[in-house]
């Protein structure tokens, strides 16, 4: 896949988990939501992450390795703070 096309379309999906992303911070009360929406909401926060990182990895220089730990050590934490 050309560098250009990879770019774009990484784009693209990042921008649409950003806005799915907002959309359920925005109309969904934690407190009451079912397992599923909790699930969809890791789902889309893993898409979210990634995106993100391999967009900053286009630029700069990250190992495959430091994108996994990064992205294992936000989900450790948003365990952590879920708080049952």
């Given at each position: 896949?050309?560098?250009?096309?990879?770019?774009?379309?990484?784009?693209?999906?990042?921008?649409v988990?950003?806005?799915?992303f907002?959309?359920?911070?925005?109309?969904?009360?934690?407190?009451?939501?079912?397992?599923?929406?909790?699930?969809?909401?890791?789902?889309?926060?893993?898409?979210?992450?990634?995106?993100?990182?391999?967009?900053?990895?286009?630029?700069?220089?990250?190992?495959?390795?430091?994108?996994?730990?990064?992205?294992?050590?936000?989900?450790?934490?948003?365990?952590?703070?879920?708080?049952?």
């Open positions: 896949m050309k560098p250009k096309l990879f770019i774009g379309i990484n784009l693209i999906v990042t921008l988990f950003l806005i799915v907002v959309i359920i911070l925005y109309s969904v009360d934690p407190f009451k939501a079912s397992p599923f929406l909790i699930v969809i909401f890791y789902i889309v926060l893993f898409g979210l992450t990634s995106g993100v990182l391999n967009l900053i990895a286009t630029q700069i220089k990250i190992p495959a390795w430091a994108r996994i730990i990064i992205a294992l050590i936000i989900v450790f934490l948003l365990f952590l703070s879920h708080g049952h």
